[in-house]
């Protein structure tokens, strides 16, 4: 219980009220058509209702990329990964563990908005699951994370995980280790708060596939 209280104080302590620096993704020819298909891409209901497409965040010689599942409200305003209160929470703890935002890669596995912040509709996966593959082939990386257990079963191809027994677990993305951990919108809440000291256990499983 004192834990739980030490982590609540934890989060209330760095409010994390500025959203951290964008670090520019160089535009090679190849990422500025995958970046342009993602513009004109309309293949799924969200297409048509959000605000910008939310491609991702990072340099492409990251060695760590992490995996949510979509954009939420102030993503979907932004063009940005993982700049609400979760992501700040999963910056400000790679930060403490030493991680500059030039040493890892953000993406989702849908690229619009989810209606009413759902879980991504089965089409809308399919629509852009193409996208985050070509993401990873282009990045090249030594290890993903993923953020939660929807991306973590689609990554692995897994039919069900247990995030909160399977955490810290290496699976597997086309031969890539994939290391399953909480998503950091769970971490920020009354009763997630508690599960920090596991989640940076599990980030530096994935920094010891990293040079």
């Not at 949510?68 to 930060?95: I, M, N, Q, T, Y």
Request: charge should be positive; glycine fraction near 8%.
């Amino acid at each position: 219980m004192e834990q739980f209280y030490f982590y609540q104080k934890w989060l209330k302590s760095n409010g994390l009220e500025h959203s951290p620096l964008k670090e520019k993704t160089p535009r090679s020819d190849d990422w500025a058509c995958f970046e342009d298909e993602i513009a004109a891409c309309r293949r799924c209901p969200y297409g048509e209702k959000r605000i910008h497409p939310v491609i991702g965040e990072g340099p492409l010689s990251a060695s760590l990329v992490f995996v949510g599942e979509g954009p939420g409200r102030e993503e979907d305003e932004s063009g940005r990964p993982f700049v609400g209160r979760a992501g700040r929470l999963l910056r400000k703890v790679l930060e403490e563990m030493g991680q500059s935002p030039s040493s890892f890669y953000i993406a989702n596995i849908v690229k619009c908005r989810p209606f009413n912040n759902e879980n991504p509709k089965e089409e809308a996966v399919q629509a852009c699951l193409p996208f985050l593959q070509r993401q990873l082939a282009l990045i090249k990386p030594r290890v993903i994370v993923s953020l939660g257990k929807v991306p973590g079963m689609i990554l692995s191809g897994e039919k069900e995980i247990k995030i909160t027994k399977e955490h810290g677990r290496v699976s597997s993305y086309s031969g890539i280790p994939l290391v399953l951990t909480f998503h950091p919108s769970f971490l920020v809440r009354p009763n997630g708060s508690s599960f920090i000291p596991s989640f940076v256990e599990d980030l530096k499983k994935a920094l010891d596939y990293c040079p």
